[in-house]
């Protein structure tokens, strides 16, 4: 099943299902691109983790961790499917990173591995947008990875069901190729994230798990269009511009 958070015609909030391009709720239909699409979850905070594909490990110049490196984006990052991004005041490097999104169903903290999948709602797209020059420059990423809009979610969340375990990760910069990847490639996979995490820190109902990006990260410019797509969820497109 795939869930849409929705701005009907009437201005109200709702969560619809999707079945294709529609979404349905209340007994009404809408067509999906007819509507303002919100971000299918409102997380207290979203927890990413960096270098969990080898490829972009070694793209960036790095080793690959022996534990999840973790870091946050507060809830000031939050975007949509079709939102426009706009760069930290004289940013010169802006990328993209495609990455799948856990969302968290309930209250959590001290999850087995093994019990993992019972506190996951499902699936949707992250794009982690990084502000490199900034990146390179500190240690905690706040103004690298933690400025307003920098993390486009969406466009619906799917149950974990909807995805395949080597779902394929891709990102598209002006319809063209940039990252290709999947899941079964990454280093942590999911239930091993959830526990890693809850073993530091309590996790709310709709906090997102963002799970690292595969190679590819791509610079990007002024009016570009990028997309994001996972298989068995769909696509989260947004734009972005400078100040």
């Known amino acids: 099943?795939?869930?849409?958070?929705?701005?009907?015609?009437?201005?109200?909030?709702?969560?619809?299902?999707?079945?294709?391009e529609t979404v349905y709720f209340g007994g009404q239909e809408y067509d999906f691109d007819e509507v303002q699409v919100l971000p299918p979850c409102e997380p207290s905070k979203i927890v990413c983790?960096?270098?969990?594909?080898?490829?972009?490990?070694?793209?960036?110049?790095?080793?690959?961790?022996?534990?999840?490196?973790?870091?946050?984006?507060?809830?000031?990052?939050?975007?949509?499917?079709?939102?426009?991004?706009t760069a930290p005041a004289d940013t010169e490097r802006l990328e993209v990173e495609a990455e799948l999104g856990v969302v968290i169903s309930e209250q959590?903290?001290?999850?087995?591995e093994a019990d993992a999948m019972d506190v996951v709602a499902g699936y949707t797209c992250v794009d982690d947008v990084s502000?490199?020059?900034d990146q390179r420059q500190e240690q905690n990423w706040v103004r690298g990875k933690a400025?307003?809009?920098a993390a486009p979610i969406g466009p619906v969340l799917a149950t974990p069901d909807e995805v395949p375990a080597d779902a394929g990760v891709r990102s598209y910069v002006d319809g063209e190729p940039a990252q290709a990847g999947?899941?079964?490639q990454l280093i942590f996979p999911v239930p091993e994230l959830v526990a890693?995490?809850?073993?530091?820190?309590?996790?709310?109902?709709?906090?997102?798990i963002a799970t690292g990006t595969p190679e590819g990260?791509?610079?990007?410019?002024?009016?570009?269009?990028?997309?994001?797509?996972?298989?068995?969820?769909?696509?989260?497109?947004?734009?972005?511009?400078?100040?």
């Open 1 to 20: 099943m795939k869930y849409a958070r929705f701005r009907d015609p009437a201005g109200a909030v709702r969560r619809g299902t999707v079945h294709g």
């Open 49 to 85: 983790i960096g270098r969990n594909y080898a490829a972009h490990a070694a793209e960036m110049g790095n080793d690959v961790p022996d534990r999840p490196l973790l870091f946050l984006k507060p809830p000031n990052t939050l975007a949509g499917h079709g939102d426009t991004i």
């Open 108 to 112: 959590c903290r001290n999850v087995d």
């Open 131 to 133: 502000n490199r020059d």
């Open 147 to 149: 400025f307003d809009g």
């Open 182 to 184: 999947s899941l079964d």
């Open 196 to 208: 890693e995490i809850t073993s530091y820190l309590t996790l709310e109902p709709g906090d997102v």
């Open 217 to 243: 990260v791509t610079p990007l410019s002024e009016g570009d269009e990028v997309a994001i797509e996972i298989d068995g969820i769909g696509r989260l497109e947004h734009s972005v511009r400078w100040p």
